[in-house]
């Protein structure tokens, strides 16, 4: 895994901790890399991983109209379905994050 992959890693694990100072970093990494993907998936169509067809279900969803989009609309459709991925992203990591400790504050560490 190269030092890249792991600032990733490590900011998932920080919004998965808990660190809503994370949040923004996480954004500024996820989003150029799924912009990537989105744009080959729609180039393409392919449907062959799960994430692939997540794509196609919020370029339907997001599109609305059975006709693929002129340029311009292209591109501001890659830019709503990334946020949309990365929204759901970041929210499935802070559903996975521990419950928080209701004695944390009263509990003097020993």
């Known amino acids: ?3 890249y992959d792991n600032a990733l890693a490590t900011l998932a694990a920080r919004v998965r901790g808990g660190d809503t100072g994370a ?3 996480l954004r500024q990494e996820l989003e150029p ?3 990537f993907v989105v744009r080959q998936v729609l180039r393409t169509g392919s449907d062959g991983s799960p994430l692939d067809r997540r794509i196609l279900r919020e370029v339907a969803r997001t599109a609305g109209s059975g006709r693929p989009p002129a340029a311009r609309d292209r591109e501001s459709l890659v830019a709503q379905v990334t946020r949309r991925l ?3 992203v970041i929210a499935g990591l802070r559903r996975s994050q521990p419950a928080a400790d209701p ?3 009263t ?3 020993v």
Request: glycine fraction near 6%.
């Open 1 to 3: 895994m190269t030092v």
């Open 23 to 25: 949040l923004t970093g």
């Open 33 to 35: 890399r799924l912009t």
């Open 86 to 88: 990365c929204a759901l």
């Open 103 to 105: 004695f944390k504050d």
């Open 107 to 109: 509990v003097l560490d």
